[in-house]
């Protein structure tokens, strides 16, 4: 692509809605939980790999930790299975479809974000959960890696990598709260910086106003 369009292309990234992010979570107070929470936003398809996220938070050890899936897809039924055969189903909930807003909600009551996606545009939900300052684990894929270049803050672990998820899900776990606080508020900041939908406005006017420009000239 960029042979054929040269000097011509023009990247913009996808910007998360950071103002309507704290106009939920200024009037929402974080329900209190016990134990270490896991929290995974998406459809249950296999591209998202639910059924990775599930054999990784098992095998991570910890026996207060919880799991929630927010979401609704096919592999429901297969992973509901997995959550019964692996003897967690009152630690694991499945909320199937909820309101956005509802989703920042769940956002503030989890220690940990985490995405096993094998493919992606620029992740909304990624972008999403650092706005609202938990950390995230994430899939060793391009659109991922974007977020690794702004920032090595950001752990990436190959996609189907059960291991390499359930160690990293234990060791955010194992760090102390203040720690995980401190890596979340660096999330968010590298959202406000380069990843907002403020940010994500002015390059297309900026592309416009270039447009303009040209066509005026000729």
Known sequence: LKRVVGSRARVV???ADIDRIDRVLDTTEASPHVGFRVLAIGRLEPVKDPIVLHDAFV???GSDDSLVFVGEGDLRSELESAIAGAGVGERVRLTGLVEREDVFRYLTESD??????HGEGL?????????????VILSDIPPHREFQAASEIIPLVPPGDVEGFAREIARYREMPGSERSEIGRACRDLIVTNFSLERMNKGYEDIYREIRRDRRGS
Do not use: D, F, I
């Open 112 to 117: 940990v974000y985490v995405s096993t996606s």
């Open 13 to 15: 990234q996808n910007g």
């Open 59 to 61: 095998k991570s050890g």
């Open 123 to 135: 992740p909304l939900a990624a972008m999403e959960a650092m706005a609202c300052t938990v950390p």
